[in-house]
């Protein structure tokens, strides 16, 4: 079945650092990929999302491509600032599964001032 | 534009007890879903509505949950008797009809003690 597998964290960063993410996806034909970002305290929100191959997605400094050849959708940003600590979930949704996301386990970012 | 509403924030129980979650979701959206998230884990679909109808319920434990969603538009989830292995975060997130984007409410943090 289709599945999302993230980097383990925690990732622990300093200010104005860069930042990687990896995610792979398995999934048959073309799902639409997700970033989710779930702040403490707070419920998940998108973050950016990208629905075909080489699309970009882009939100807040945050970029991710969809690269169907390697199936994966790698989450970057420049330079992460403190505000940018959170759990970051990886996420698909196939075409012909009536629009479940499937999460990856999450990732935790710190960010260190 | 008001988000998605869930209530209680948290929820304290024995083992054995039963317990509900509420889940207001964002107005005209007519999809609604109920997420498990367990700690370290990324969330789990448990039951998708379209209005009043359930998609998919392929993955509610129906022996011990289940859902209601009257009217097409609030929701309640209820779990009896609870088990240990209950606890978690319960989401609740909603969408348009056929629109990929969900968008999640603060959740219901349930521990089964």
């Known amino acids: 079945g289709d599945s999302v597998t993230q980097m383990e964290g925690p990732v622990t960063l300093s200010e104005e650092a860069f930042l990687t993410i990896n995610c792979t996806y398995t999934a048959t034909g073309y799902p639409s990929l997700f970033w989710y970002v779930q702040y403490p305290g707070e419920g998940l929100q998108l973050l950016l999302k990208a629905t075909k191959a080489d699309d970009k997605g882009s939100n807040k400094g945050f970029e991710a491509t969809y690269r169907k050849e390697t199936t994966s959708f790698h989450l970057e940003k420049g330079s992460v600032q403190v505000s940018d600590s959170a759990v970051y979930f990886c996420?698909?949704?196939?075409?012909?599964?009536?629009?479940?996301?499937?999460f990856g386990q999450g990732t935790t970012l710190q960010v260190k001032p | 534009e008001a988000g998605v509403a869930q209530s209680p924030r948290y929820k304290i129980i024995e083992k054995r007890q039963s317990v509900a979650f509420w889940c207001n979701p964002i107005s005209g959206h007519a999809t609604l879903y109920w997420y498990q998230q367990i700690l370290g884990q990324g969330p789990k679909l448990l039951i998708q509505?379209?209005?009043?109808?359930?998609?998919?319920d392929s993955q509610l434990p129906k022996d011990r949950f289940s859902a209601e969603r009257l009217k097409g538009v609030d929701s309640t989830l209820k779990i009896q008797p609870a088990k240990l292995e209950d606890s978690a975060v319960y989401l609740c997130?909603?969408?348009?009809?056929?629109?990929?984007?969900?968008?999640f409410g603060a959740g219901t943090r349930l521990s089964v003690l």
């Open positions: 509505f379209q209005n009043n109808g359930v998609v998919d």
């Open positions: 996420a698909l949704i196939h075409s012909s599964n009536t629009g479940k996301l499937i």
């Open positions: 997130a909603s969408s348009l009809a056929g629109e990929g984007i969900q968008y």
